[in-house]
T-cell receptor, first 108, second 114 residues
Framework: QKEVEQNSGPLSVPEGAIASLNCTYS??????FFWYRQYSGKSPELIMF????GDKEDGRFTAQLNKASQYVSLLIRDSQPSDSATYLC????????FGAGTTVTVRA | SQTIHQWPATLVQPVGSPLSLECTVE??????LYWYRQAAGRGLQLLFY??????ISSEVPQNLSASRPQDRQFILSSKKLLLSDSGFYLC?????????????FGPGTRLTVL
């Protein structure tokens, strides 16, 4: 079973700040990486995916991947109260392996 | 566009009763289908996945089973529910076995076993 570890949280940030979420994975051969957002009581929704080393930006979200360090992160810029949710990191090698999630609370 | 449906949305069942949860996908053909369970405050646990009709792989041995009678239909079943079966059951699909394919989740079924 591939291991995916996320910083345990919860993470509380003021509105407008940057939220930084971290994830490490055990399988050096992993190829693709996903970030899901899950609101309380709802199913996970895909917000970002990244395959190549470096940064990938989509609106206020930036995913960063460093395969040598087996590390993937998600930055949320200009955090809004609507960003309050649990963020799940997932590693895909034909099946998704999920981390336990980091709960983010954005304080207005 | 693709859509994934699950029903029922919520379910309360007594211990020892049977279970049948259904998942269907629209707008795609030959998807890979997955069943996950999320216990309260916990991460996602992969239960079963299927790459085609009648093809089921089990990830966790337990009293649950899965079937795929049609290309875009995936069913999760149990003959006798346990208290520990309570949780949020999620069906997901992806477009193939390519490691880069994104996986999308249905709305989920919240099961409470009393």
């Amino acid at each position: 079973q591939k291991e995916v570890e996320q910083n345990s949280g919860p993470l509380s940030v003021p509105e407008g700040a940057i939220a930084s979420l971290n994830c490490t994975y055990s399988d050096r051969g992993s190829q693709s990486f996903f970030w899901y957002r899950q609101y309380s009581g709802k199913s996970p929704e895909l917000i970002m995916f990244i395959y190549s080393n470096g940064d990938k930006e989509d609106g206020r979200f930036t995913a960063q991947l460093n395969k040598a360090s087996q590390y993937v992160s998600l930055l949320i810029r200009d955090s809004q109260p609507s960003d309050s949710a649990t963020y799940l990191c997932a590693v895909n090698d034909y099946k998704l392996s999920f981390g336990a999630g980091t709960t983010v609370t954005v304080r207005a | 566009s693709q859509t994934i449906h699950q029903w029922p949305a919520t379910l309360v069942q007594p211990v020892g009763s049977p279970l049948s949860l259904e998942c269907t996908v629209e707008g795609t053909s030959n998807p890979n289908l997955y069943w996950y369970r999320q216990a309260a405050g916990r991460g996602l646990q992969l239960l079963f996945y299927s790459v085609g009709i009648g093809q089921i792989s089990s990830e966790v041995p337990q009293n649950l089973s899965a079937s795929r009678p049609q290309d875009r239909q995936f069913i999760l079943s149990s003959k006798k529910l346990l208290l520990s079966d309570s949780g949020f059951y999620l069906c997901a699909w992806t477009g193939g076995v390519n490691a880069y394919n994104e996986q999308f989740f249905g709305p989920g079924t919240r099961l409470t076993v009393l």
